[in-house]
């Protein structure tokens, strides 16, 4: 079955820097690529996600990009703000098996 | 629009008691919904899939038989832990999406169980 590997598990950055996450995945049947962003005691949220049949997609300023020769895809978050701050999932599947979630980012940003 | 909830948002019980957890997709219908259960600083962990009318699909590792899981309309599921014991205790999240496992998936608030 699908494995999704996410680093880093903790990121700390200034606000206004960049965060970047990584997720690797081993099933290259996987085509759905989503990000949730949770906020502690929260629902998790859709944040921006990606299929397989695009290299990047961007929305204001979170990015997406996927690399399905090398099996990965990052999460780019630019002038990062305090309200960033939250844990940030990755998750992979195909069109036949439920998402798998990475273990999850906790990221930090320091005004 | 795409508004998932849960109630209760937590409960509290005694040892051996049962408990029912509902999720509701409040403006849309949903044919798949997720129930996933997540401890302190941990990921998701996904308990079982189900779809409209038809019986859950467990993980495996999780007993069919204590988390009875039920979607008899399109706009609701619900999770009963029966006979919960303190190592039961935990987030359960639901989540919900129009239809498969490549639709976006919307996440309910979740509902801490507290097993005394």
């Known amino acids: 079955g699908e494995n999704v590997e996410q680093h880093p598990s903790t990121l700390s950055v200034q606000e206004g820097d960049s965060a970047v996450i990584k997720c690797t995945y081993s099933d290259s049947a996987s085509n759905y690529f989503p990000w949730y962003k949770q906020e502690l005691g929260k629902r998790p949220q859709l944040i921006i996600d990606i299929r397989s049949n695009v290299g990047e997609k961007k929305d204001q300023r979170i990015a997406v990009t996927l690399n399905k020769t090398a099996k990965h895809f990052s999460l780019h978050i630019t002038e990062t703000q305090p309200e960033d701050s939250a844990v940030y999932f990755c998750?992979?599947?195909?069109?036949?098996?439920?998402?798998?979630f990475g273990k999850g980012t906790r990221l930090s940003v320091i005004a | 629009g795409a508004v998932v909830s849960q109630h209760p948002s937590w409960v509290i019980c005694k040892s051996g008691t049962s408990v029912k957890i509902e999720c509701r997709s409040l403006?849309?219908?949903?044919?798949?919904m997720f129930w996933y259960r997540q401890f302190p600083k941990q990921s998701l962990m996904l308990m079982a899939t189900?779809?409209?009318?038809?019986?859950?699909?467990?993980e495996q590792g999780v007993e069919k038989d204590k988390f009875l899981i039920n979607h008899a309309s399109l706009t609701l599921s619900t999770l009963t832990v029966t006979s919960a014991h303190p190592e039961d205790s935990s987030f359960y999240i639901c989540?919900?999406?129009?239809?498969?496992?490549?639709?976006?998936?919307?996440f309910g608030p979740g509902t801490r169980l507290t097993v005394l």
């Open positions: 189900s779809n409209e009318g038809s019986k859950a699909t467990y």
């Open positions: 998750a992979a599947n195909s069109g036949n098996t439920p998402l798998v």
């Open positions: 989540s919900a999406s129009y239809s498969g496992f490549t639709d976006t998936q919307y």
């Open positions: 403006d849309f219908q949903a044919t798949t």
